[in-house]
């Protein structure tokens, strides 16, 4: 029997198109059919799902040697030899720019408001949807993820749209309260606690990925203007917390540095060898004077990780404030750093 539409391939226009030499498609069936039952567990759960409609492909017209897997040619091919996610080509190359613009979705804020009604309290909450582009880049379907600054669970909310297993740590048992709220079924995962003694939580080598955004020094701390005004007026918080545990209230920038870098060292031996870290901070000023926060920490990172690159976070519908006018140069600083460590063994 022919088994016909099973084979794709790169023609010479570079177009990804269907065999129509019977050879090619039974070879492909029967590859399938093999690939099905040695590697299922392994596999995307959209191709797991939709498996009849999944095809071989390979860009040079190789069936015996095809590794690649797609559904929809316009979505990319999805290779076998994928060790970290479970992105086709296409996908993962669209992540590697190394900057995105990003600004919070309304259907994000919906869904807290419907849930848990009081998320606006944190004052500094970020997307699920743009933590769920790097949870699912940096592990596959099933994969465990630790956010040591876990706030109201924004990360774990990710995973619980992605399929993987979130852990978080919160200091602030209002926030984790919160967090209960959003993400019910990762409940045994978090852990109401100083993020300072994360190692005394979980077990070494756990967690295939951890990101977080942690308190960018004790900016929240130096509100001024509208912004603090504003949230003490609506009876809303306008720092994280005042327990003296929180780094986010060390006004000491190298005593926040080692505290902070202590924090993701910790993590580090929680990490499975080859996984990722992830962390979401920008530089700061501070009286006047500029702190290359980001970099600084970074520098401090390398001790015990593999810093891999960064992705620059901009939000550009943050309103412009005549900084510095008409004496000097001072910046709108609109762009985050999502710097990105691998743990090497």
Request: charged share 25%; with cysteine; glycine share 4%.
């Amino acid at each position: 029997m022919v088994v016909l539409g099973k084979f794709f391939y790169k023609n010479k226009s570079k177009q990804i198109v269907a065999s129509d030499d019977d050879k090619e498609n039974t070879i492909a069936a029967n590859i399938l059919a093999q690939i099905k039952e040695e590697h299922s567990d392994a596999l995307p759960q959209e191709y797991v799902d939709r498996w009849e409609e999944v095809k071989l492909y390979s860009p040079k017209r190789d069936v015996n040697t095809a590794n690649q897997i797609l559904i929809k040619a316009e979505d990319g091919a999805y290779s076998l030899k994928n060790k970290l996610n479970h992105l086709s080509g296409k996908k993962w190359t669209i992540f590697t720019c190394s900057w995105f613009v990003f600004n919070a979705l309304q259907s994000d804020l919906a869904e807290e408001k419907r849930i848990c009604g009081d998320s606006v309290n944190h004052p500094a909450t970020y997307s699920p949807t743009m933590i769920q582009d790097f949870v699912e880049f940096f592990t596959k379907e099933g994969g465990s993820v630790l956010d040591p600054f876990a706030g109201i669970g924004s990360s774990l909310v990710a995973c619980q749209r992605s399929g993987r297993i979130g852990f978080g740590v919160e200091l602030k048992t209002e926030y984790y309260n919160t967090m209960l709220k959003r993400v019910p079924e990762f409940s045994e995962n978090i852990v109401n606690g100083d993020s300072s003694m994360v190692a005394d939580f979980f077990e070494p080598n756990t967690f295939d990925f951890s990101i977080s955004s942690p308190p960018y020094w004790d900016v929240l701390n130096r509100s001024t203007k509208d912004f603090k005004k504003n949230r003490d007026i609506r009876g809303l918080d306008s720092t994280y917390s005042d327990n003296e545990n929180d780094v986010g209230n060390i006004s000491d920038y190298e005593l926040f540095l080692d505290e902070l870098s202590n924090i993701y060292f910790q993590i580090h031996g929680l990490l499975k060898p080859k996984a990722y870290l992830v962390v979401i901070i920008k530089n700061v000023k501070k009286d006047g004077t500029f702190y290359p926060l980001a970099w600084d920490l970074a520098k401090r990172l390398t001790e015990k990780y593999s810093m891999k690159d960064e992705r620059i976070w901009i939000q550009d519908k943050v309103a412009l404030a005549p900084y510095g006018y008409p004496y000097a140069w001072t910046a709108n600083i609109l762009h985050h750093y999502c710097l990105i460590f691998r743990k090497e063994a």
